[in-house]
Nanobody
């Protein structure tokens, strides 16, 4: 599975961005996909995920009110809509895919994801 993120950029605090993750080599059917982010000097952290069954309802608690994950199986693309952006959202955002049928309690674990994109930079200015 090859994953390519796009849609990052520079945005003012309070603004919005929509990230895309295009997949090739395998469809999104029956795989878990997720978004992670990594800020400078920090570990990569979970943002949101869609289950292998297609439910896109799993979020980091601190982000669920501002971020929305979705997936278009026909286009083999996953999205992350980010609203009310804050400076602390500045990071490289990665999409990831896991081919195993994992339970929901591990969707936030980097270890289950075998495939990763190269990331897209999001910078939020004040």
């Amino acid at each position: 599975v090859q994953l390519v993120e796009s849609g990052g950029g520079l945005v003012q605090a309070g603004g919005s961005l929509r990230l895309s993750c295009a997949a090739s080599g395998r469809t999104f059917t029956s795989i878990t996909t997720g978004w992670f982010r990594q800020a400078p000097g920090k570990e990569r952290e979970f943002v949101a995920a869609c289950s292998w069954s297609g439910r896109c309802t799993y979020y980091a608690d601190s982000l669920k009110d501002r971020f929305t994950i979705s997936r278009d199986s026909a286009k083999n693309t996953m999205y992350l809509q980010m609203n009310s952006l804050k400076r602390e959202d500045t990071a490289v955002y990665y999409c990831a895919a896991a081919t195993g049928r994992y339970s929901v309690n591990v969707y936030d674990k980097r270890e289950i994801y075998e495939y990763w994109g190269k990331g897209t930079q999001v910078t939020v200015s004040s």
